[in-house]
C-alpha cells in the first residue's frame, strides 16, 4: 500500500508559479511511475503530466506543455509538478497518483494509489 500525501497548493496570480509536492510512505515508489491530474471545477478529473520510475521519461497533457514541469526524487520518495505562467483555467484540485507500475499513462483507471488532492486557485 502507497500512501501519498500532496502539499504546496494555494492561492496565486495569473501568471504567478507554483510548486505541488507528492510524498508517499513506502519506498516501492521509487519503482513505480507517478502521475498528476487535476479536476476543476464542474468538469471531469483529467491528466495532467506523468514521468516513469527513472525520471528519465515524461509526458504532459498539451496544456501543460511548456508551462508545467513534472520531477521526481527517488531518494526523498517525493514528486513534483512545477507550474509556471498559471491561467485561471488552471484553477483545481491537483491529485497526485501511482500505478502498480514503472511506466505511466494518461488514463486515471490506470493509477491504482491517489492522493487527497491539493487546491490551486489562480485568480485574474
Known amino acids: 500500500q502507497v500512501h501519498l500525501v500532496e502539499s504546496g497548493g494555494g492561492f496565486v496570480q495569473a501568471g504567478g508559479s507554483q510548486r505541488l509536492s507528492c510524498a508517499a510512505s513506502?519506498?516501492?515508489?521509487?519503482?513505480?511511475?507517478m502521475a498528476w491530474f487535476r479536476r476543476s471545477p464542474g468538469k471531469e478529473r483529467e491528466f495532467v503530466a506523468s514521468?516513469?520510475?527513472?525520471?528519465?521519461?515524461?509526458d504532459y497533457a498539451d496544456f501543460a506543455k511548456g508551462r508545467f514541469t513534472i520531477s521526481r526524487d527517488n531518494a526523498k520518495l517525493e514528486g513534483y509538478l512545477q507550474m509556471n505562467d498559471l491561467k485561471p483555467q488552471d484553477t483545481a484540485v491537483y491529485y497526485c497518483?501511482?500505478?502498480?507500475?514503472?511506466?505511466?499513462?494518461?488514463?486515471?483507471?490506470?493509477?491504482?494509489?491517489w492522493g487527497q488532492g491539493t487546491q490551486v486557485t489562480v485568480s485574474a
Open positions: 497518483a501511482v500505478p502498480a507500475s514503472g511506466y505511466p499513462e494518461t488514463t486515471q483507471d490506470y493509477y491504482e494509489y
Open positions: 514521468i516513469d520510475w527513472s525520471g528519465l521519461n515524461t
Open positions: 513506502e519506498r516501492a515508489l521509487r519503482s513505480y511511475a
